[in-house]
């Protein structure tokens, strides 16, 4: 059966983006604009990876893992952040709140494939 | 790809949505600038244009906004206030990036970099607000950089599943400064090789304050199937054994045993087989990196417990007096010791003519204030001014760390007003005339400041059209300034915008143009002992230095003798000394002209200036002095030579002796006058003046 990956980014082109390249490699993607949705959908979905932004209106994406990482369903689920920033205190932060891994924006579609793949083990 | 599927052009429609929310917060930010919504509204906005244009190719509009985002992050942070003034360059901003994202090919680069110099002024305006605390969670404030050495070797299908060992090796780049070395020992033969496979392994030597968990993030996808070792190099080795011995490459006692052998112990160890060339190489490297870094240490390293502390300024005018004193004492000692066959007084004499001068190095060291501080008072200056002419004028500094007398300094702020004012309003042509004139839109204006040895030279410089040759010489001959259709050089000529009441400027403007300005410089420079220069370039620029003395309280002069009184005249007004021929000696009738290798210089009797009595010397001499414009020939009986000065102002009685811009004290302890020698040369100039008329 096919993993399914939640994408969440308030940017449409990167949810876009994010789509075109995991599900052109046979994943399903489902997507939120903001982390409150994100929480939403999560509830009710079986997930097997979480790609999140950052910086998001409504609830940010730190808030987003640790209200995920509060939910038993998601306490092993891969994290993986897709933001701009690059600051080592907002790595360790992210760290400190459950994130599996970092991928500093912009980044090739490749990458991102490969960090998927490699996380989710196949 | 259709519009469905690109990425890019959803981006764009995205892009379009995200502009016009920004615009919205800050017409609402205008309002109400405490609003936190609209501050996040706008910084989010600006934050997805950033993140997700890097992403779709329009590098160009993301690098531009990340500088806005900067700002708008600060505003969040409450470290800068959403003033008119930010909101008005925001919004310019906003239209910049939409023309960046819409229409790439039309973009005009000077214009980004202006609004964003007005953004970063704006920041610097507001930045000395309270101290920032320094983040928690980096790492450890107080371990300061280390270095670290990371050895990694992939796995040898690593490219295959995708990892690509040169992102890796870019992110630690981000970390901190950084040597590489490549080794290819794991390279196998020909017909062995894999063309998939990753052979290579990477010495990476890393000085960075960030903590060896930031360095392991970096492998963090890797990190299973990679060999990796983060180790830290104990600061201060920078010997090649130890570090082979460190790096687990040699034995110590290898190196032992192969250091007696001298010369070249690297070579040698290459040579007997215990090192492989590569590890040698990446040892060296890593030798040469410690070197650096501690290199850069040194150099950067601040004095320890380096503080300040205010004093009044009175105090150190009094300080300045009585190191003024002991030089003159000292002289006096000297003059008396030269006399003197005693080596022992001769030893102390000399003792203390080098800590005399010692302590009035550190004396005038202590008046010595950067020119940046005056300098930086000129951004607003200019910003304000191109606001209101409507020009787009940028400024430009170098040399702000140059140092000069403060009390210098101080009184340099109106002259550099002037100049300064005159460049944009009369120098620098409004957009649509620079455009015409095949120009970048944007004018430029640069200062700056360099030492010269004892002067300062102050360089203004713009861009703009030049000086109007024809424009100066029909004002100065309508002003009666100078004969119809004299014969003037370009310095003469442009000496003429200095003269009081002069001004081309057609129209007056509510900045330069009644015709005060120029002269005011002039004055105010001469009264610091410097001088004026101009030189201009029709449709290029005009540039105007300043030359002045490091500091008002010493100078160096040629010490002569006219009669029995002796004078100072300042060094760096002297260009040459020559002896008078006696022919022009005897011609006392007419015109005072001397021929100096083919030119006319009029010279000055100080003689009959001064009105000796004295027999003179029969061998007259001609100190040749210049103000810049102007030179002449100061006629005296005797050059006795250089001599540092001590300036005394002249007491209030003799006020309007205005020959003479001070006094100092003689070695002998007689008094000499120092000569103003602008005043000499004006005062020849309008003598030779009359009687051309007459």
């Not at chain 2, 202006?114 to 371990?143: C, H, I, M, N, T």
């Not at chain 2, 060296?284 to 240490?297: D, F, I, P, S, W």
């Not at chain 2, 002991?326 to 001769?346: F, G, N």
């Amino acid at each position: 059966m096919a993993k399914t990956i939640l994408s969440v980014d308030d940017s449409a082109s990167m949810r876009q983006m994010v789509k075109l390249t995991l599900s052109g490699a046979g994943y399903d993607v489902v997507e939120a604009e903001d982390g409150r949705a994100a929480l939403a959908k999560a509830q009710g979905l079986g997930v097997n990876m979480v790609l999140t932004d950052l910086n998001m209106p409504n609830m940010d994406g730190l808030s987003l893992i640790r209200e995920l990482r509060k939910l038993s369903a998601y306490k092993g689920v891969p994290i993986i952040f897709l933001t701009t920033e690059s600051d080592a205190a907002k790595k360790g932060e992210a760290k400190a709140a459950g994130a599996t891994a970092w991928i500093v924006k912009p980044f090739q579609q490749e990458q991102l494939l490969n960090v998927v793949k490699k996380v989710l083990g196949s | 790809m259709n519009a469905q599927t690109d990425p890019a052009q959803t981006f764009r429609e995205e892009a379009a949505d995200l502009l016009a929310q920004l615009e919205e917060a800050l017409l609402g930010l205008e309002q109400a600038p405490g609003d936190h919504e609209l501050i996040d509204t706008a910084f989010r906005a600006l934050h997805t244009i950033k993140g997700s244009g890097a992403m779709f190719g329009f590098a160009a509009a993301a690098g531009f906004t990340h500088h806005l985002e900067n700002a708008f992050e600060k505003v969040r942070h409450g470290d800068l206030a959403p003033t008119s003034d930010l909101i008005g360059v925001a919004l310019e901003a906003k239209d910049h990036i939409r023309a960046l994202i819409e229409t790439p090919d039309e973009i005009d680069a000077g214009r980004g970099e202006s609004l964003l110099a007005r953004v970063a002024e704006l920041v610097a305006s507001a930045a000395p607000q309270a101290p920032r605390v320094p983040s928690p969670g980096k790492a450890d404030p107080a371990s300061g950089p280390a270095t670290w050495r990371i050895r990694f070797r992939l796995a040898q299908d690593a490219l295959v599943r995708g990892t690509n060992p040169l992102l890796l090796l870019d992110e630690l780049r981000t970390l901190g400064n950084c040597t590489l070395v490549a080794l290819t020992e794991g390279v196998p033969e020909m017909e062995d090789i894999d063309p998939t496979g990753c052979y290579l392994a990477w010495d990476v030597i890393l000085t960075t304050e960030q903590s060896k968990a930031t360095i392991e993030d970096v492998f963090i996808f890797v990190i299973d199937d990679a060999e990796l070792t983060i180790e830290q190099v104990p600061a201060g080795t920078d010997k090649l054994g130890e570090i082979l011995v460190n790096r687990g490459d040699v034995a110590a006692e290898v190196i032992e045993t192969a250091a007696s052998n001298q010369p070249r112990l690297g070579t040698l160890l290459v040579k007997d087989g215990t090192v492989s060339e590569d590890r040698l190489r990446s040892a060296l490297a890593e030798q040469t990196h410690l070197r650096e870094v501690e290199g850069a240490k040194a150099a950067a390293a601040p004095p320890p417990a380096a503080g300040s502390i205010r004093v009044p300024a009175e105090r150190l005018d009094d300080l300045m007096d009585q190191v003024g004193e002991l030089v003159i004492a000292e002289a006096r000692l000297k003059q008396l010791v030269a006399t003197s066959h005693d080596p022992q007084v001769k030893a102390i004499a000399e003792e203390i003519e080098r800590l005399a001068n010692g302590l009035r190095d550190t004396t005038m060291g202590i008046r010595m204030v950067p020119i940046g501080s005056l300098f930086g008072r000129f951004r607003r200056l200019v910003r304000d001014l191109s606001k209101e002419l409507g020009k787009e004028v940028a400024l430009t500094m170098a040399g702000e760390e140059t140092e000069l007398d403060k009390t210098v300094i101080e009184r340099l702020n109106d002259p550099l007003v002037h100049i300064i004012r005159n460049s944009l309003d009369h120098g620098v042509e409004d957009t649509v005339a620079r455009i015409r004139a095949g120009k970048p839109p944007q004018g430029q204006v640069h200062l700056s400041a360099v030492h010269s040895g004892a002067q300062v030279l102050i360089t203004i410089r713009d861009d703009g059209k030049g000086l109007d040759r024809a424009g100066i010489r029909a004002k100065a001959e309508e002003q009666g300034l100078i004969p119809a259709g004299t014969d003037l050089n370009d310095n003469e000529l442009f000496q003429l915008i200095f003269h009081p009441g002069f001004s081309t400027a057609k129209q007056v403007t509510s900045l330069s143009g009644r015709g005060v300005g120029m002269d005011v410089v002039k004055r105010a420079i001469t009264a610091l002992r410097g001088t004026v220069n101009v030189t201009s370039t029709p449709g290029r620029g005009t540039e105007i230095t300043l030359a002045l003395p490091l500091t008002l309280a010493i100078i160096d002069g040629l010490l002569v003798r006219v009669g029995n009184g002796r004078y100072v005249i300042p060094l760096s007004a002297v260009e040459e000394c020559v002896q008078l021929p006696i022919a022009d000696d005897l011609r006392h009738t007419g015109r005072n002209f001397l021929n100096i290798r083919g030119e006319l210089v009029p010279f000055l009797r100080l003689r009959d200036s001064f009105r000796s009595t004295l027999a003179a010397d029969p061998y007259q001499k001609v100190v040749v002095v210049s103000t810049g414009e102007r030179r002449i020939g100061l006629v005296v009986d005797q050059v006795i030579g250089d001599h540092q000065t001590v300036i005394k102002s002249l007491s209030k009685l003799h006020a309007d002796a205005d020959s003479f811009s001070g006094a100092t004290i003689l070695g002998d302890g007689t008094v000499a006058l120092i000569l103003d020698v602008g005043h000499l040369v004006a005062a020849s100039h309008a003598q030779e003046l009359r009687r051309q008329a007459s």
